[in-house]
């Protein structure tokens, strides 16, 4: 179920961006894309971007940034990024069973 909202407890999940597993997937993805931003192509000011968030109804929490499959993750710049936002104000969630 994808629900189109605004993501709540922004604090908690922004502080699991700063855990070393984060970093090593973050790591990962900018590798994938050969380190530059799939929607320009630039080479600077890179962040991995959550195309979609998922909330466990199991955990009743969002599932840790670094727990997610490579395909919802995606370098852009932050130009693209902000752009990006900008265009779809929402990030869609899905709720999962894990």
Do not use: A
Request: proline fraction near 4%.
């Amino acid at each position: 179920m994808c629900k189109q909202v605004k993501m709540e407890n922004t604090t908690s999940y922004q502080n699991l961006l700063h855990h070393p597993k984060w970093f090593e997937k973050r790591d990962q993805i900018l590798k994938r894309d050969n380190k530059k931003c799939l929607g320009c192509g630039n080479k600077e000011n890179l962040q991995v971007h959550h195309r979609q968030y998922h909330f466990s109804k199991k955990n009743k929490s969002f599932v840790p940034p670094w727990q997610y499959k490579e395909r919802y993750l995606i370098t852009l710049c932050n130009h693209c990024h902000l752009t990006g936002h900008k265009i779809h104000t929402k990030t869609p969630i899905f709720n999962i069973n894990q």
